[in-house]
DNA sequence: TCCGATAATCAACGCAGTGTTGACTTATTT
DNA sequence: AAATAAGTCAACACTGCGTTGATTATCGGA
């Protein structure tokens, strides 16, 4: 996309580090994670740190862009593979994050990012929107609430599915979160 | 409750050191905010500072422990004034939420903090298990998923509503979060 | 295969914020 | 008014910051 490929040298000092980034944030948060902290861990020199990041915030947030680009690329309808199908996009999310498990466990944990949730959030609500509205032309009375409420509660369900350890098929939870989202958009009607 | 009351001083003291790093967290994270900053803030010294907390995020706690057992306390169904009436209930807890806008507004936000949140939400959980429960007596399959997905998401809903300005009713918003889980709870079986 | 370009390393820098100290001043309680 | 507790102030060593310039290692293309 971007021109050239970037120096093999790049591509692990960024690598490197990243992975030492989410190794400490499962002990603490990054509002006490430390420069120097992190290049120890990652073996690499302070200077060469800078040459890459403003700062343990900035590294986090390019971790977190990549992890939102990949499920905003699966939340896309025409290339999850199933057209219109809300359940197989679901499921293409759902695998999406088991495939970067560790690392969505940490970012949705309470030592976590607010602000990484926050983006999870939103891609899922404009998808609801996208696909519900087909069904519900008609806008009903405090309708942007529920598509929150039905992303909100979505991203629930993955965290506690994560932290039991994933026990259920990528299936299953697609299936429950469908359920569960259906029903809140049944419910408002009543 | 536990013995006397403290200090006139330091009751000051507490008072506009959590009001300036409320307003500091306005304009950036707490990984950014220094001691030195609060202190010129608040107008108070140093030492003072470090004599009540041990930096900024020990500050946050303690705002986040207040209003996190102000919701426990509203949550409990026969403090609320309304026995088992869940309605009652989470009009309590929505006009306490009101009454502190302005710091959970905060709070709940993108640069907010990720365990407050979570705080909220595991009261919530709790809270809609002992009502729900009531009612559906023999557990569904997936059921701890539901109470995750409804408390979530009615958090998402008071986000949104705070975000907006409050534009609605404690009723209404009480009512619309109500309805909302009503649903999901009933989706489950379907 | 060699060469120019790019990255990473290293040591050093002044600087800002930390957390603690002890002597002091000021406010609160009784 | 005296005793107690809290806040102020200046100073301290220390850690981490962010940048610099010189040096070494590695990469990718001609």
Redo the contacts between chains.
């Keep these: 996309m971007s021109g050239k490929r970037q120096d093999a040298r790049v591509r692990y000092t960024k690598m490197v580090v990243k992975q030492s980034l989410l190794e400490l944030l499962r002990t603490k948060?990054?509002?006490?994670i430390t420069v120097t902290e992190i290049c120890e861990a990652a073996g690499i020199n302070r200077a060469t740190f800078y040459s890459h990041y403003a700062d343990?915030?900035d590294l986090l947030q390019s971790i977190e862009d990549e992890l939102v680009e990949g499920i905003t690329v699966r939340a896309q309808p025409a290339l999850s593979g199933g057209g219109t199908d809300m359940r197989a996009t679901l499921r293409g999310i759902v695998g999406y994050i088991r495939a970067n498990a560790d690392t969505f466990r940490v970012l949705l944990?309470?030592?976590?990012?607010?602000?990484f949730?926050?983006q999870v959030?939103s891609v899922m609500e404009r998808r609801y929107l996208d696909f519900w509205q087909a069904f519900r032309p008609e806008d009903a009375e405090?309708a942007?609430?529920?598509y929150?409420?039905?992303?909100?509660?979505?991203?629930?369900?993955i965290?506690?599915?994560l932290d039991e350890g994933m026990l259920?098929s990528d299936a299953e939870i697609a299936e429950?979160i469908f359920?569960?989202s259906?029903?809140?958009?049944?419910?408002?009607g009543?």
Tied chains: 1, 2.
């Design positions: 948060p990054v509002a006490k343990p915030s944990s309470d030592t976590g990012d607010a602000s949730q926050s959030v405090g942007a609430y529920i929150t409420f039905i992303a909100l509660g979505s991203v629930g369900v965290r506690r599915w259920r429950l359920r569960l259906a029903a809140g958009l049944a419910g408002l009543t």
